[in-house]
Structure formats: C-alpha cells, structure tokens
T-cell receptor, first 115, second 114 residues
C-alpha cells in the first residue's frame, strides 16, 4: 500500500514570495491533516479536512495560509506571502476517519526555508 | 486545554541498555495518549497508543508504555536499546470527546551509543 505522498521535499524562497505544497493521502482515507513542525518543536495542527470539508482550521494563520482539498482526495497548502517564521517542515497526514483512535499516517514532509 | 511535557530533549543510552523516555500530560478529561517516532528526513510513525483499554500498551519494535492516571504520565520504555532506535520520539495527547485534536510534545532525541 502506498503511503502519504508529498511534494516538493525541499523548498527555499525569499520572504514575501508565495509557495504551495501538495499532498496525496493514502487511498480511501477520508481525513487529511496538515501540520507545521518548527525546528525543536512537535508538530502543530494547521488544518483538518474530512473528505473535502474543513473540520478544524483554528490554528491556521488565515491572513497568509490557505488550504483546499478538492474532490476529497489531494490537498494543497499555500502560503502567500511567506515570512521568516514560516520556515518549518510541513507534514501531511491521513487517516481512515476522524476518530482519534484511527492511526494517522504521515508523509515525509516538505522542508521550507524562508530567507 | 490539553498539553504534553516531555522531560529531556536529549537522551543517550548504550546499546543493550534500558530506554526510558518520559511524558507527562495535562488534560481536563480522560485522555487518549500516543507515542510517535520520527527518523531523520521522514514523517512520524505511530509506535503505540492508549485509548482507555489496558493501561500497559505494547507497540512496535519492542516498545511499551504504561498509563498512570495518578501520576498523569505515559512513559515509553524498551528493555534493550538497539542502534536502529536512534530517532526523535514525540508524545501526544488528545481529549476523549473533546476537540479531537492531537497536541504534541516537543520531542526527545534518542542517541544509542555502541
């Protein structure tokens, strides 16, 4: 079974530029998560989708971050414009459903460096 | 709101020695508790989870953790460390019936010395 795919793996941009990350979850998984992991910290949930609807985006900086999950499969996370403090690893995860007893499977992440 | 404290950002053990990684949680309702492992340049992988069944939980790769309500702890142990256990370990908590959002600790980096 293929795991969670993410691209690109690495991205370097200047501040105030835009960037987009792509995630393809495990086939059949209804729930998709985007996490931000800043160096030296644990992952922090940015947004959670159930199929193509948003379940939780309370920690998403909506003035610069946006995410969508069209057709309930792939998802894109965008930052526009980027700030220095956005430098982090962005992790995508998926699970069968939204129950916390369901295992979340993580992709390898996209490491973003903002100069 | 729930939170997690992992004592020790770095732990170093010798190969074959006991591994003990500490996690204390704060939650206003009975929690779900998780341990994840992250190898360099990889995503997180679930080691084990406590979901209010048995208090001693066995996971993959020989790891186990015990839920102790009186101590609000969920420490991760492995009797004998292997070189391949070198990684970063994250404890996470969520409220049962709450926001259902995982809150992660800051992680503990485990080094295994030959």
């Amino acid at each position: 079974e293929a795991g969670v795919a993410q691209s690109p793996r690495y991205k370097i941009i200047e501040k105030r530029q835009s960037v987009a990350f792509w995630c393809n979850p495990i086939s059949g998984h209804a729930t998709l998560y985007w996490y931000q992991q800043i160096l030296g910290q644990g992952p922090k949930l940015l947004i959670q989708f159930q199929n193509n609807g948003v379940v939780d985006d309370s920690q998403l900086p909506k003035d610069r971050f946006s995410a969508e999950r069209l057709k309930g499969v792939d998802s894109t996370l965008k930052i526009q414009p980027a700030k220095l403090e956005d430098s982090a690893v962005y992790l995508c995860a998926s699970s069968v459903m939204a129950f916390l007893t369901d295992t979340q499977y993580f992709g390898p992440g996209t490491r973003l460096t903002v100069l | 709101a729930q939170s997690v404290t992992q004592l020790g950002s770095h732990v170093s053990v010798s190969e074959g020695a006991l591994v003990l990684l500490r996690c204390n949680y704060s939650s206003s309702v009975p929690p779900y508790l998780f341990w994840y492992v992250q190898y360099p340049n990889q995503g997180l992988q679930l080691l084990l989870k406590y979901t209010s069944a048995a208090t001693l939980v066995k996971g993959i790769n020989g790891f186990e953790a015990e839920f102790k309500k009186s101590e609000t702890s969920f420490h991760l142990t492995k009797p004998s460390a292997h070189m391949s256990d070198a990684a970063e370990y994250f404890c996470a908590v969520s409220d049962q019936g709450g926001s259902e959002k995982l809150v992660f600790g800051k992680g503990t980096k485990l080094t295994v010395n030959p």
